[in-house]
């Protein structure tokens, strides 16, 4: 079954200790609401380098700190001949039956009897027979969470059109204590798709208080800064750099 090659988190794209705090508990506490009616997919949204990919490498080893990773999946552009958004929720399916055997067995008797779908491209028939079904046997007593970071670099409007449309309209179909996060910047044909949507609760990254942000840069350029050895910088000219940076890491 096609697998997206360096699928994964990477704990050296962590947020440094000590920021983005509010963000990732707000994050936090979604994923691990037990009420049934908890939207399932949350929408970080911002411009480019305002940290969103290091957010979800974040919670990604929190979540799976606690057994409540399900699959993680980042889209790059720099390897789109590899076609990662043909293998999205193979990739997802493959995760989940390397932990749940319950996922497991399913997945393998729906393979038995239609053999093709291990290497099919089609991501509507992958998520129905692939994903949907078979996390009928995930457990229902913890949070499970599915996270694919940098949507907008997984091609273009057409190579993820159906991508979207799923997780527009589907995405109920999961069990309720399985959550979805997405990273993105907010383009055209995303934010068309995401916004508005009830069950898709969305955060935009620019958004957060600018005291918050300006905060969050100054201890990672400070902490940047000090690995320099004989390196001073004073207050004032910490500050400059912060207000240099226009909200971006």
């Known amino acids: 079954m096609a697998y997206a090659h360096g699928a994964g988190y990477n704990t050296t794209k962590q947020c440094l200790d000590g920021t983005r705090v509010e963000i990732l508990a707000e994050i936090e506490e979604w994923a691990c609401n037990p009420d049934p009616n908890t939207q399932p997919v949350f929408w970080l949204n911002g411009a480019a380098g305002t940290g969103k990919s290091a957010i979800a490498h974040t919670l990604a080893v929190q979540f799976n700190q606690y057994n409540e990773l399900g699959s993680f999946l980042c889209f790059d552009r720099n390897y789109l001949a590899e076609r990662r958004h ?111 949507r009830s069950h898709i609760r969305s955060m935009v990254i620019d958004d957060i208080p600018k005291s918050l942000i300006d905060r969050d840069i100054k201890g990672y350029i ?10 001073f910088v004073d207050a004032n000219r910490l500050d400059f750099l912060v207000d240099c940076s226009e909200g971006l890491f």
């Open 222 to 231: 400070s902490a940047r800064l000090n690995q320099i050895p004989d390196f």
């Open 86 to 196: 043909e293998k999205v929720f193979t990739t997802m399916a493959h995760d989940l039956a390397s932990q749940y055997p319950g996922v497991k067995q399913r997945l393998v008797a729906k393979i038995q009897k239609r053999n093709w779908l291990k290497q099919t491209t089609d991501i509507i028939q992958q998520w129905e027979s692939l994903l949907v079904k078979p996390s009928a046997q995930l457990p229902t007593d913890c949070p499970i969470v599915l996270i694919i970071d940098a949507l907008d670099e997984s091609g273009d409007t057409q190579s993820r059109n159906h991508l979207l449309s799923i997780l527009a309209h589907r995405t109920r179909k999961l069990p309720s204590n399985v959550r979805i996060l997405l990273t993105s910047r907010p383009l055209d044909d995303i934010a068309q798709a995401l916004r508005s």
